[in-house]
Structure formats: C-alpha cells, structure tokens
C-alpha cells in the first residue's frame, strides 16, 4: 500500500510545502506533478493533480506534489513561471539526482513543466510526460522536445472554457504532437477523473 509523507523543500523561490506519496517498493522512479495557477487557487490538492499522482502511484511511481510560491504555507511569490519552473527543476535534483524521472501538470503546471522539459532535454532519465489542459491562451509554453513526443500525453477537454481546445491544438500542430480529447469534458474533468485517471494509467503502462 502506498504511503504519504509531509515534507518541506528548500527551493530557489523559499521553503516549500509539499507531499511525497511512496508507491509500493521499488518504485519505477520519481514522478513530480505540478498543480494550477497559485492566483486562482491552484494548489497541490487539486483534485485533478491527486488523480494524476494516484494513477503515478499505481503505475508503480514515487510521486511529488508541491505547493507553489505563496501557495499553501509556502514561501515566496508568484513568479509567472519562470520562478516556479527554477523550484521544479531543483525539487527534482534534490529528490531525484539520479534515475528514472517523470513529468506532469495541469493547467499553469502544465505550462510550467512545458519549460521545465526544455531545460532538461535531451535526457534519458524522462520516461513520461503527462500534459493535462495546457495553459496556453495566457503563456507561451515551449514545444515539446521531438525526442519526447512518444513519451509525452497531451490531454484536453473539447468543452475546456478556460483554455480552449482550438488553442491547444493551434500550439500542437507546429510540433505535430497528438493531443488526447476527451468529449464534453470540461477544464476541471468534472464527473470525468476517473476516464482520466484510465488515460494516464494506460500512457503509463505503455
């Protein structure tokens, strides 16, 4: 059975908040999942960030959520993702300086991993990358790397008002990376996480 420890991060934007959900040993490696804006009430618990780290655990990943600058009992301030991506990025090298890595977010934290994934790349330590309604209609995400694009799930709702999926697809279609619709959902996959969580499972399993 998984387990969850409460830790505390010592990251470029402060002392973070966050949560490390432990998979059964030995895990496949570190899966980190970053979470929506910190200024329309993102945070770590969102509940599509805990379907997307559950269907990490019971893939068989480690999984790390944790709250962004000035989110939750974190330090800092919001930093349009450019702080964020540097918090990711050392979160990993802390806590994961060796082997197998994975990528996810929603939303900004989706965008937020965008960036994160460009810096990292070209790098066999990422095995999986889990996309859930980019932001793209605010910020300029960065392509996904070509070398990635088969290890990379772009999912988004066709009923998306926030970002919306003729937005996505305009930001895909240059990379030529498939994005994943799942009808009528809506930003937030109400009534539609567990489909969700069926999508990244089988991602995962791949």
């Given at each position: 059975?998984?387990?969850?420890?409460?830790?505390?991060?010592?990251?470029?934007?402060?002392?973070?908040?966050?949560?490390?959900?432990?998979?059964?040993?030995?895990?496949?490696?570190?899966?980190?999942?970053?979470?929506?804006?910190?200024?329309?009430?993102?945070?770590?618990?969102?509940?599509?960030?805990?379907?997307?780290?559950?269907?990490?655990?019971?893939?068989?990943?480690?999984?790390?959520?944790?709250?962004?600058?000035?989110?939750?009992?974190?330090?800092?301030?919001?930093?349009?993702?450019?702080?964020?991506?540097?918090?990711?990025?050392?979160?990993?090298?802390?806590?994961?300086?060796?082997?197998?890595?994975?990528?996810?977010?929603?939303?900004?934290?989706?965008?937020?991993?965008?960036?994160?994934?460009?810096?990292?790349?070209?790098?066999?330590?990422?095995?999986?990358?889990?996309?859930?309604?980019?932001?793209?209609?605010?910020?300029?995400?960065?392509?996904?790397?070509?070398?990635?694009?088969?290890?990379?799930?772009?999912?988004?709702?066709?009923?998306?008002?926030?970002?919306?999926?003729?937005?996505?697809?305009?930001?895909?279609?240059?990379?030529?990376?498939p994005v994943t619709v799942v009808p009528e959902g809506g930003h937030f996959f109400h009534g539609q996480l567990p489909l969700l969580k069926s999508l990244v499972l089988r991602h995962l399993r791949a």
């Amino acid at each position: 059975m998984a387990t969850q420890q409460a830790l505390w991060l010592d990251l470029p934007g402060g002392r973070h908040q966050a949560v490390l959900d432990q998979a059964v040993s030995p895990a496949k490696g570190l899966a980190l999942v970053a979470h929506p804006h910190p200024l329309f009430g993102g945070t770590m618990d969102n509940k599509v960030v805990q379907t997307l780290s559950r269907a990490f655990i019971q893939a068989g990943w480690d999984c790390l959520r944790f709250n962004f600058r000035g989110v939750g009992q974190s330090e800092g301030v919001y930093d349009e993702g450019r702080g964020e991506t540097d918090d990711v990025l050392e979160a990993l090298r802390q806590l994961a300086p060796a082997g197998p890595v994975a990528l996810a977010g929603f939303s900004f934290g989706a965008f937020v991993i965008c960036q994160a994934l460009a810096r990292l790349s070209p790098s066999e330590r990422i095995h999986k990358v889990v996309l859930v309604g980019t932001a793209v209609t605010h910020f300029n995400p960065s392509p996904v790397p070509d070398a990635m694009h088969d290890a990379t799930l772009a999912i988004h709702g066709e009923s998306d008002d926030t970002v919306a999926l003729s937005a996505v697809l305009r930001w895909a279609a240059p990379q030529a990376l498939p994005v994943t619709v799942v009808p009528e959902g809506g930003h937030f996959f109400h009534g539609q996480l567990p489909l969700l969580k069926s999508l990244v499972l089988r991602h995962l399993r791949a």
